[in-house]
């Protein structure tokens, strides 16, 4: 068995405590103790001219979750024109290359969606081009509202790059509670295959929903089979590149993965996320594995499917234990056009009512600690309960464990695996992107 993985080894799963100075002094939980964390102190409603947001929440439920913040934010600074700049597809799929030629060509977006960890640090951040938001960090008191491991993987250098928006959780398998009937959820892979073939039995043709466009969504199945099948310990260090991508646990998880492939609906590749949660809804297949911004699409349905009532959830099989994190956060562009307008949307975005209206739509729990739990549906209040014990591990398909340029790298790879299942051969081009990328 592992070695449990501590509060620290997520930290540094996620490449952001190296070389981070923590803060938090005297002078600094001083502040902390006389922050509210509110928004007021930005400008009040004195602010004017545009704010232009960027993201890749175009999705039932996360465009929902945006809406909220920018009303939000109008509410405060009634005067700011807000510009949003989404551009479609899953995990940013599409936006993350358009984002980089806008940053490469010194256009950036007054403030854009980033994941904690590597894709904060290792793109934006050691490329300097960002400014720190310590100060801002400190205004608002957040080192008393949000836990120090969230702080540790948005900090680089001694001072804070963005501020988490929420906590979302990557390895769940989510369920239409009318097709499973009576029957209990998988809490084991070959629960799942069993599942899988009593409903295809029953008629469900595929059973197992799946939109891999952008291929990140199979890059989810095999970071959860691979904390399945080798716990916490043994997925921070593979992701590290201190263990071998040809080692028997990722094949026996790529095994499981092409086994899944028999139950997937056949048109995957031309569908995103949401499609696939859309099937599951429709009853027209019983499984997705996903993010739990799938419950912020089923929640977002007229007429919205009701948690534990309509649509259920379990932990990825063999992850109970586990919560593998992902965590958007916004930062500051050096040269946002209209900065102090995106101050204020950074505080909008770090307050307590912030994350207190943006989180239920989303589909995630907040990343402050202090938002009252009763806005919370109750999937979220029961992930809110097992985040503060469960070992907290990275996800590499959403940025924070591994840096953008393996974590394509493993998209590509596994599109390829999608049509030809080589178990062989795709364990050792990971492994070869993995001695390329990850630092040992
Ligand atoms: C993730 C992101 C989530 C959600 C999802 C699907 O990368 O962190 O907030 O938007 O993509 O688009």
Not at 419 to 428: I, L, M, S, T
Request: with cysteine.
């Amino acid at each position: 068995m592992a070695a449990p993985l501590t509060r620290r080894d997520f930290v540094r799963g996620s490449g952001a405590l190296a070389g981070a100075v923590l803060l938090g002094g005297g002078a600094a939980e001083l502040l902390a103790a006389c922050g509210n964390g509110s928004t007021s102190s930005s400008g009040g409603g004195n602010l004017t001219g545009s704010l232009e947001i960027f993201s890749w929440w175009t999705g039932p439920g996360e465009k929902d979750g945006l809406a909220a913040l920018f009303q939000l934010y109008n509410q405060q600074h009634s005067q700011v024109k807000i510009v949003n700049a989404a551009v479609a597809g899953g995990a940013g799929s599409q936006a993350k290359a358009v984002l980089t030629t806008r940053m490469q060509a010194n256009q950036p977006p007054d403030s854009f969606q980033v994941h904690a960890g590597q894709e904060l640090t290792a793109t934006w951040v050691k490329a300097n081009k960002m400014e720190a938001i310590t100060s801002t960090w400190k205004d608002m008191g957040l080192d008393s509202a949000i836990p120090k491991d969230l702080k540790d993987i948005v900090s680089y250098n001694g001072d804070v790059w963005s501020i988490p928006a929420n906590v979302h959780r990557g390895n769940a398998l989510w369920f239409n509670l009318h097709t499973l009937g009576n029957a209990s959820p998988p809490t084991t892979f070959d629960e799942l295959m069993t599942s899988l073939n009593t409903f295809k039995s029953k008629g469900v043709q595929h059973p197992l929903a799946l939109g891999s466009q952008g291929n990140w969504q199979i890059a989810m199945w095999l970071e959860n089979g691979i904390l399945a099948n080798g716990g916490p310990d043994y997925y921070n260090k593979l992701f590290q590149g201190k263990g071998s991508f040809t080692d028997a646990k990722v094949k026996d998880t790529l095994t499981q993965m092409a086994q899944l492939f028999d139950f997937v609906n056949p048109d995957h590749t031309t569908l995103d996320w949401d499609a696939a949660s859309g099937l599951v809804a429709k009853g027209q297949a019983l499984y997705t594995i996903m993010g739990d911004w799938a419950k912020g699409y089923f929640t977002s349905l007229t007429p919205a499917m009701a948690p534990n009532q309509d649509f259920g959830t379990v932990v990825h099989p063999g992850t109970k234990g586990s919560y593998v994190t992902v965590v958007d956060t916004f930062g500051l562009p050096k040269g946002a056009p209209h900065r102090d307008n995106a101050v204020a949307w950074l505080k909008v975005v770090g307050s307590e009512q912030g994350q207190e209206q943006f989180n239920p739509k989303k589909g995630s729990i907040p990343a402050r600690t202090d938002v009252p739990t009763s806005a919370f549906d109750p999937i979220a209040q029961q992930f809110m309960q097992e985040f503060k014990t469960d070992k907290l591990v990275p996800s590499s398909a959403h940025g924070s464990a591994t840096p953008p340029n393996f974590s394509s790298a493993v998209n590509d790879i596994l599109g390829q695996f999608a049509q030809n299942k080589d178990v062989n051969a795709a364990a050792q081009a990971l492994q070869s992107k993995a001695q390329q990328f990850l630092a040992s």
